[in-house]
């Protein structure tokens, strides 16, 4: 289940990335007309992605941890957090914190 709902999380950013940058292309290139005419494909798109990504953040955080699975739930986690915040360049650390406070009070 894990790895269906990571897959679709995955794709479906993709797809909204694609959409939005060819959106911005064509805004960028003076198409203003042709980017707004892509806009309801963006939004469409985003709203699949972010169903996707409550999917996943719910499975993630209904599971119940074992000792051995706890490394794994928190690496996953901080991932999410990266991947939400933008994909940002020298944050690990501070995600993974923020990650291990969140596995931590899910687990509770």
Same mark, same amino acid.
């Given at each position: 289940?894990?790895?269906?709902?990571?897959?679709?999380?995955?794709?479906?950013?993709?797809?909204?990335?694609?959409?939005?940058? +060819?959106?911005?292309?064509? @805004? #960028?290139?003076? %198409?203003?007309? =042709?980017?707004? /005419?892509? $806009?309801?494909?963006?939004?469409?798109?985003?709203?699949?992605?972010?169903?996707?990504?409550?999917?996943?953040?719910?499975?993630?955080?209904? +599971?119940?941890?074992?000792? @051995? #699975?706890?490394? %794994?739930?928190? =690496?996953?986690? /901080?991932? $999410?957090?990266?991947?939400?915040?933008?994909?940002?360049?020298?944050?690990?650390?501070?995600?993974?914190?923020?990650?291990?406070?969140?596995?931590?009070?899910?687990?509770?």
């Amino acid at each position: 289940m894990s790895g269906e709902l990571w897959t679709e999380y995955r794709r479906t950013w993709q797809e909204f990335s694609r959409k939005l940058y +060819e959106m911005q292309d064509l @805004a #960028d290139s003076g %198409q203003n007309e =042709r980017a707004l /005419a892509l $806009l309801a494909e963006v939004k469409e798109v985003r709203l699949r992605h972010n169903a996707a990504r409550d999917r996943l953040a719910h499975f993630l955080t209904a +599971e119940k941890l074992a000792a @051995a #699975d706890r490394e %794994q739930y928190i =690496r996953n986690t /901080a991932r $999410l957090i990266w991947e939400f915040s933008g994909q940002p360049e020298n944050t690990a650390e501070r995600d993974w914190l923020r990650a291990e406070e969140l596995v931590a009070t899910a687990s509770a």
